[in-house]
Nanobody, 121 residues
Framework: QVQVVESGGGLVQAGGSLRLSCKAS????????MGWYRQTPGKQRERIAA???????YYADSVKGRFTISPPNAGNTVYLQMNSLKPEDTADYYC???????????????WGQGTQVTVSS
């Protein structure tokens, strides 16, 4: 019913920038929140950024001041601008969307497949 697709990952040198995009599509009535997690092998998935429908934002301490999440645009796409990247930012990045469906009053969370970010030193 809902698809979440990330793009924009890749290889970048330390100090560089990348912009990830995440698009939610399908039977969406409204979006309550969208955000990003990241995960490296052997570690728990870490929530790094999120934005609500009221434009409230959350950033993990590890990315605060370097990453910026944009509110969803008319196409239900959010962007994660990542600046001053560090080797420790290397991870698989996963986007989620918490949406209200057109045929249900409940909110559901949907995940994308992930996009890989590698920061070389």
């Amino acid at each position: 019913q809902v698809q979440v697709v990330e793009s924009g990952g890749g290889l970048v040198q330390a100090g560089g920038s990348l912009r990830l995009s995440c698009k939610a599509s399908g039977s969406i009535l409204s979006i309550n929140a969208m955000g990003w997690y990241r995960q490296t092998p052997g570690k728990q998935r870490e929530r790094i950024a999120a934005i609500t429908s009221g434009a409230a934002t959350y950033y993990a301490d590890s990315v605060k001041g370097r990453f910026t999440i944009s509110p969803p645009n008319a196409g239900n796409t959010v962007y994660l601008q990542m600046n001053s990247l560090k080797p420790e930012d290397t991870a698989d990045y996963y986007c989620y969307a918490e949406v209200v469906l057109t045929d249900s009053p409940r909110s559901f969370r949907y995940w994308g497949q992930g996009t890989q970010v590698t920061v070389s030193s």
